[in-house]
């Protein structure tokens, strides 16, 4: 009873409270609108106000990061009061300068840094690839400081309207210096190009690849490699020159040289075939005028055919070798009709494999000037030039044997008609004045006959020259250019007449007075001036003796004793002549006498020098005494060189 009494009286209680926390609960569940509705508020009206506070000022940092024509690297997310930023930079000045430019902006509660620096690569790669008639591609790394349209705009100058130029390189830095340029001249390569081309740079080496679009293409590539931009080299160039057909190439020889024409199949054919047209050339131009192409028909050896038409052209005087296609072709006068039959024969059974025969239309003329020479070397004896036959050569291999002393004759000469009369008399004469020689030529043009070498000796050469004029037979001109070996090379006119100036008054060429006998001192200048004479061939010397000055006293001259006369009687009453007093008297008398100029002297004095340079080797013709002449006050000997 006791306990329901007192439920009873807490029941009031309880019922109050369980009131009072179902009231509290309601009014909490009705703020909830209210908050939500704060909250949407801030959320809706507030934010984007503050976002669009930071966002502008973040933008303009972020465009700041594209001057100069680069793309910005820089990306900024505005989120509340917060920045989120985001890029790589092309360098850490970049970067610092970007993170404090985010910094500064007034509002900004945090920044999150998302930043890094482009990837440094090396080496550093680019490459422009014609991926197809209307697409080129960028690939590889580009300068991170170069944004990717910049580049395009400045590449797509001067590209083909209908090339879409796609740039898929990615930034990076280790760039070389003047890129751009190196760009630039890559593009302008490979649209020389078919496509499937390339044209890349790895630092600072460029290289291409793929097959040239024309001959005319191929021709504009080789001349644009051969001049880079500067600081770049070129390394592999693996291009294939353009097809043409028919394959053309001739060669063609005149009086002006020879030219070459029509296509080589690489840069090595085209070396090596002016390298076989300059060795038959014997000195003339030769004029290249070919490109370099694809076409020659398949199996034909480029280097066999080179060889095979130069050895056709060998015997062509006037005329041309030429290929078309397959077909080999010679045409136009011979240097002799023994070529017009070898030219025959060389296109019969001897043509590489692949090459056919075509025209041979050669005509042979007179050999005019005809020419023979027989060369002296260290070894051998060397014919070359033409012969009237068989006969011939027979008796010039006769006539040199005497001279041969193990030495090899090699014997290039060549039959034809036109020689001149006494041709074998004018040889076989020349081949006994080479066999004095130790090198020279003997060489007959028409009807002269030339002697040119080294002689052993002085003696010989001398000889030969005094004998010049009765070596050839009557009717021929000699003409005879020998001098010792080792002696000085000739010199000009000029340089002789002002070297013999110089001897002209040699002041130590000064005889004893009353002598005509050369002194030790003289030998040094003597020596010279024959040097200086051998030198100079056209020169003819005169030498003037000199004076004696006034009042000189010749050296004494040792007298023969007088013969003894019988002793006389000395008359009585005088005395004796002491001794000596005659001898006295003779003296003083003598003293008192002038002493008389010698008229000849400065002619014996001449001749005394003229002799010593007879004996050294100058021709008897090229020096002589000056004629006399009257006393002058000469004191040396003096030269004179008369043309």
Not at 128 to 137: C, E, T, V
Not at 152 to 176: E, F, K, M, N
Not at 275 to 283: H, K, L, M
Not at 371 to 395: K, M, Q, W, Y
Request: contains cysteine.
């Amino acid at each position: 009873m006791a306990l329901r009494g007192a439920r009873e009286r807490a029941a009031p209680f309880f019922r109050d409270e369980v009131l009072s926390v179902a009231m509290r609960s309601i009014g909490w569940l009705a703020g909830l609108p209210f908050l939500a509705g704060a909250w949407a508020a801030a959320t809706v009206w507030a934010e984007p106000r503050l976002e669009s506070a930071l966002e502008a000022p973040a933008g303009a940092v972020a465009a700041a990061t594209g001057r100069d024509g680069a793309e910005p690297w820089l990306r900024v997310e505005a989120r509340g009061r917060d920045l989120v930023a985001g890029g790589e930079a092309p360098g850490q000045a970049a970067l610092d300068a970007a993170r404090a430019a985010l910094a500064a902006i007034p509002g900004q509660r945090r920044i999150v840094d998302r930043l890094g620096l482009v990837a440094a690569v090396s080496p550093f790669t680019w490459a422009a690839a014609h991926r197809s008639p209307d697409r080129l591609d960028l690939i590889g790394h580009r300068p991170a400081e170069i944004g990717r349209a910049a580049l395009g705009q400045a590449l797509s100058a001067g590209l083909p309207a209908d090339l879409a130029l796609r740039d898929v390189a990615r930034a990076a830095r280790g760039a070389p210096e003047n890129f751009s340029d190196a760009a630039r001249f890559l593009v302008a390569q490979v649209l020389h190009l078919k496509p499937g081309a390339a044209a890349a740079l790895s630092d600072r080496v460029l290289s291409v690849r793929g097959e040239a679009a024309s001959v005319e293409a191929y021709a504009a590539l080789q001349a644009d490699l051969a001049r880079p931009p500067a600081g770049f080299t070129v390394g592999e160039v693996a291009v294939e020159p353009a097809l043409v057909s028919p394959f053309l190439w001739s060669a063609t020889r005149g009086p002006d040289g020879i030219r070459l024409d029509g296509y080589a199949v690489s840069e090595a054919d085209r070396a090596a075939i002016l390298a076989a047209a300059r060795g038959i050339a014997e000195g003339a131009p030769v004029t290249d005028a070919m490109r370099t192409a694809r076409g020659l028909p398949a199996g034909i050896d480029a280097r066999a055919l080179t060889d095979r038409a130069f050895e056709a052209l060998a015997l062509v005087r006037d005329g041309s070798v030429a290929l078309d296609g397959s077909t080999l072709s010679i045409r136009g006068a011979a240097i002799d009709a023994q070529a017009v039959r070898e030219a025959d024969a060389l296109v019969t059974g001897s043509l590489p494999a692949g090459v056919t025969r075509g025209t041979v239309d050669l005509t042979a003329s007179p050999v005019s000037p005809y020419r023979v020479t027989i060369r002296r070397g260290p070894d051998s004896f060397t014919l070359t030039g033409h012969l009237p036959d068989t006969e011939a050569r027979n008796v010039l291999r006769a006539a040199l044997r005497p001279s041969l002393y193990g030495e090899r004759v090699i014997d290039r000469t060549r039959l034809a008609e036109g020689a001149p009369p006494a041709l074998l008399a004018a040889l076989t004469a020349g081949i006994g004045a080479l066999g004095q020689l130790a090198e020279g030529e003997v060489t007959v043009r028409d009807q002269s006959l030339r002697i040119a070498g080294e002689g052993l000796y002085p003696e010989s050469v001398r000889r030969l020259a005094a004998d010049a004029a009765r070596l050839a037979p009557a009717g021929w001109r000699t003409e005879v250019a020998v001098q010792a070996r080792g002696a000085a090379p000739p010199r000009d006119p000029a340089a002789c007449r002002e070297t013999f100036a110089a001897l002209a008054t040699e002041p130590t060429l000064r005889f004893d007075p009353g002598s005509a006998d050369l002194k030790p001192a003289f030998y040094s200048v003597l020596d010279e001036v024959a040097s200086l004479a051998r030198a100079c061939p056209q020169a003819r010397i005169e030498v003037a003796g000199h004076d004696d000055p006034p009042g000189s006293a010749p050296p004494p001259v040792p007298k023969e004793p007088a013969p003894k006369e019988p002793a006389k009687e000395t008359p009585k009453g005088k005395a004796a002549a002491k001794p000596g007093k005659t001898a006295e008297k003779t003296i003083e008398k003598s003293a008192e006498r002038p002493t008389m100029p010698d008229p000849g002297l400065p002619q014996r004095r001449a001749a005394a020098i003229v002799d010593y340079l007879l004996k050294a080797g100058i021709p008897a013709g090229r020096i002589a005494a000056a004629p006399a002449e009257t006393p002058t006050d000469r004191r040396a000997i003096a030269f004179a060189l008369r043309s």
